[in-house]
């Protein structure tokens, strides 16, 4: 397993609590060419502009093995949120698919009511695995 995160607070957090060496790097400067047969991004990628989250996707299908699986959750909507000085992209089924064009094929996309982020509060989050395919 390789873990990052592009927040060096993170790494030193994650590091501390997991016992493994996390790297501070952010997916645009990762370079693991078809090392990966997955990519779990938890709580990450909403941090991502629009205009951005593509290029990351394209560098998820560099790192991942041929049919290598990505999974990722966003909050749920079309808008974007600002909370302590942080933007969040939400995404919907319709948002998120034209994303994964040329790039993967959608295993499963679902919602889910959660509290994952706040224990006082509910919230309704788009959750995706797609497969990553030489062929598309």
Do not use: C
Not at 59 to 76: D, H, P, Q, R
Not at 79 to 101: E, L, S, V, W
Not at 118 to 126: G, N, R
């Amino acid at each position: 397993m390789t873990a990052f995160n592009g927040s060096s607070e993170m790494v030193k957090l994650a590091t501390k609590k997991t016992g493994i060496d996390v790297l501070h790097s952010t997916f645009q400067d990762i370079d693991f060419k078809e090392s990966f047969d997955g990519v779990w991004a938890q709580a990450t990628l909403f941090h991502r502009s629009y205009n951005e989250t593509i290029n990351v996707y394209k560098k998820i299908y560099t790192v991942l093995k041929s049919e290598g699986i990505f999974y990722a959750f966003y909050g749920y909507g079309s808008d974007i949120m600002q909370t302590d000085g942080r933007d969040f992209y939400n995404m919907n089924k319709d948002t998120i698919k034209p994303y994964f064009n040329g790039l993967f094929k959608v295993v499963k996309i679902w919602t889910e009511k959660s509290k994952r982020f706040s224990p006082s509060k509910e919230a309704l989050w788009l959750n995706f695995i797609v497969k990553q395919s030489k062929t598309i």
